[in-house]
């Protein structure tokens, strides 16, 4: 069970930094490569992973 705990903290606090830093540079690297349309809908697919995965690994109080 520590380690299952220890690796659901760590997956809590990289979730934040993660989406932080891979919107903002893999957006505009599609948008500059394949084109406007891909980097929109990449930033629509990433944003809702981003969003459920901050959901997933949000800690409540009870």
């Known amino acids: 069970m520590g380690v299952n705990r220890k690796a659901l903290r760590w997956i809590v606090a990289i979730t934040p930094v993660a989406g932080a830093v891979a919107f903002p540079v893999l957006v505009p690297l599609t948008m500059a490569k394949v084109g406007i349309g891909a980097g929109v809908g990449l930033a629509l697919v990433l944003s809702s ?6 959901l997933k690994t949000s800690e409540m109080p009870h």
Do not use: D, K
């Open 49 to 54: 992973l981003w969003f459920v995965g901050m």
